[in-house]
């Protein structure tokens, strides 16, 4: 069997992500962890994990770029998949902008 794929989530009180962490949790080829921007020192969560991707709500990266920057240095290889809930955009590394209609389409990407 391949290596599941990493995959760390910030929650956030939107629905999308809370979708995106039910849907992707069900998965063999994942394995899935989520963590909150709220903790007292967040990047703590993940002592021992080392994730591949994050996925985070756009508002949530704007409110913690500082953050999302020291996960970058913790771990080079992360991918950051950004959701853009006002405009239905996956932006990936700040380069990339994805028009997703279908959680195949997310799959896809992943």
Request: glycine share 4%.
């Amino acid at each position: 069997m391949a290596q599941r794929k990493k995959i760390l989530i910030f929650e956030s009180k939107g629905l999308l992500i809370a979708s995106i962490l039910s849907l992707l949790a069900e998965r063999a080829d994942y394995e899935v962890f989520s963590g909150a921007f709220t903790a007292p020192d967040p990047l703590l969560q993940f002592n021992g994990y080392t994730p591949d991707v994050l996925i985070i709500e756009k508002s949530q990266l704007m409110e913690n770029v500082s953050k999302v920057q020291e996960l970058f240095e913790r771990f080079p290889r992360l991918r950051l998949f950004v959701l853009g809930l006002d405009d239905n955009k996956l932006i990936i590394f700040e380069k990339q902008i994805v028009h997703v209609e279908q959680f195949s389409d997310f799959l896809e990407i992943l």
